[in-house]
């Protein structure tokens, strides 16, 4: 493959205590940078208008699944090969970003995994339990092994961004199902070995709204498949 097209793709709520630090590095790494503001009532707007990414704004918060879907249309509409999503709250490092372009360039796979998995030491106990659940139950259902579902740092092939414009997902559900159906229906995966980077970082992760959404997924997916 030669060199693909890749835009950055950085949704972002509420996050002026690290956008700013985040936008820099990754502006730096010769990629189109696209925030994706989804309804921050702080600084976050005013800090992403002062870099040279692309700005895309909701005017209320409607949650990462539709940041995301924001996104897919803009890179679909603009013809990158590929769109690379991270977060805007420091986890995600964007010196790690040649990591996900270096394996889509050589491989072409349609998913590239950000996975913390090698090194997760810094990961707290909860949430590493939860993910072994997690990717665990998705490796089932998706039908092949998934090491780190819940990471967000993912690279998505515009073939599969084609398919997921018009899927549904507001929230956290939406990395998951994706995972699941790209696998099954027969779209390549890789992964890429990420650094795990746990400091005072905001989580928008609701234990109850979202646990639900993910078992309502879960079952919905396992009636699919039965």
């Known amino acids: ?7 950055v ?3 972002a709520f509420n996050e002026e205590k690290n956008i700013a630090g985040v936008l820099a590095e990754a502006c730096a790494s010769g ?3 696209l925030v994706v503001d989804d309804g921050s009532s702080d600084g976050t707007v ?14 209320e918060n409607r949650g990462k699944g539709a940041a995301m879907r924001t996104a897919i249309k803009h890179a679909l509409d603009r013809e990158y090969d590929a769109a690379l999503f991270m977060d805007a709250d420091g986890q995600h490092l964007p010196a790690e970003i040649p990591l996900f372009a270096d394996r889509f360039k050589d491989t072409g796979a349609d998913i590239v995994l950000g996975t913390r998995m090698n090194d997760n030491a810094e990961m707290p106990m909860v949430r590493r339990l939860s993910n072994a659940f997690s990717s665990g139950v998705i490796s ?25 414009k018009n899927r549904g997902g507001e929230g956290f559900d939406f990395e998951s199902e994706m995972l699941i159906d790209a696998v099954r229906t027969g779209l390549t995966y890789a992964e890429v ?5 746990y400091g005072d970082e905001t989580s928008y992760y609701h234990p109850v709204r979202d646990s639900l959404q993910f078992f309502a997924l879960i079952a ?5 498949i039965i």
């Not at 005013?46 to 005017?59: K, T």
């Not at 998706?142 to 997921?164: C, M, V």
Request: net charge positive; proline share 8%.
């Open 1 to 7: 493959m030669s060199q693909p097209r890749i835009v």
């Open 9 to 11: 793709v950085i949704p």
């Open 31 to 33: 990629h189109d940078v």
């Open 46 to 59: 005013e800090l992403a208008r002062q870099s040279p990414a692309e700005l895309l704004v909701h005017p």
């Open 140 to 164: 089932l259902l998706a039908g092949a092994r998934i090491t780190d579902s819940q990471s967000g740092y993912r690279l998505l092939s515009a073939r599969l961004l084609e398919k997921l």
């Open 193 to 197: 070995p990420i650094s795990c980077v």
């Open 220 to 224: 919905r997916k396992t009636a699919a």
